[in-house]
């Protein structure tokens, strides 16, 4: 089955600097790929997504790149705000297949 | 607010209880699943409904019992759980396996 991995655990940075997560995956056929934050208390929130035909994608702050090849996405913030404090999850999961799998997560910190 | 809805928030119960976990979604979405996220941890697939069959159940004991009445409902039956149980249980809805998943904020289950 799918495997996906997830740098770093944690991360700090100063409030408008950026931040960067990456994650690794294991199956070649898996296709989709969206990222999730999660605030304390609260159920994961999906914030951006990509699919394997497409190698980058933005939303404002917040953009996604994939390297199919290499079997490996990231998620880059920019301008980083205190409120974008949480744990960020990436995941993985191929068509039809409603088995998606989560990396281990990363607790982003924005230091005011 | 979350368009998936999750009662209660919190449970806490015995081990010779038998209690139930609602969620709910009016998205229209024909795929239901749960999870089961303890602490610091990634959420862990348990249970996948398609159409409102049972289509993934990821060798979950058989004290949980999961049941879709109809496809805007998903319960989650208890019964003898152990301590190791005690964790945030959360549901998700979509339309596909491969489209962006809509989490509850969850129910906080504490097995004394």
């Known amino acids: 089955g799918e495997n996906v991995e997830q740098h770093p655990s944690t991360l700090s940075v100063q409030e408008g600097d950026s931040a960067v997560i990456k994650c690794t995956y294991s199956?070649?056929?898996?296709?989709?790929f969206p990222w999730y934050k999660q605030e304390l208390g609260k159920g994961p929130q999906l914030i951006i997504d990509?699919?394997?035909?497409?190698g980058e994608k933005k939303d404002q702050r917040i953009a996604v790149t994939l390297n199919k090849t290499a079997k490996h996405f990231s998620l880059h913030i920019t301008e980083t705000q205190p409120e974008d404090s949480a744990v960020y999850f990436c995941?993985?999961?191929?068509?039809?297949?409603?088995?998606?799998?989560f990396g281990a997560g990363t607790r982003l910190t924005v230091k005011p | 607010d979350t368009e998936v809805t999750q009662t209660p928030k919190h449970l806490v119960m015995g081990m010779t209880n038998k209690k139930s976990l609602k969620c709910e979604q009016h998205?229209?979405?024909?795929?239901m699943y749960w999870y089961k996220q303890k602490a610091k941890k990634p959420p862990e697939l348990m249970f996948v409904?398609?159409?409102?069959?049972?289509?993934i159940n990821e060798s979950v004991p058989s004290r949980f019992s999961p049941e879709c009445p109809n496809s805007s409902l998903l319960n989650l039956h208890l019964h003898a759980l152990q301590p190791e149980d005690s964790a945030l249980y959360l549901c998700?809805?979509?339309?596909?396996?491969?489209?962006?998943?809509?989490f509850g904020d969850g129910t906080r289950l504490s097995i004394l």
């Open positions: 998700a809805s979509s339309q596909e396996g491969d489209q962006p998943q809509h």
């Open positions: 199956d070649s056929a898996s296709n989709y």
């Open positions: 990509i699919r394997s035909n497409v």
């Open positions: 995941a993985a999961t191929r068509n039809h297949n409603n088995d998606m799998r």
């Open positions: 998205m229209g979405h024909r795929a």
């Open positions: 409904y398609s159409y409102e069959k049972l289509s």
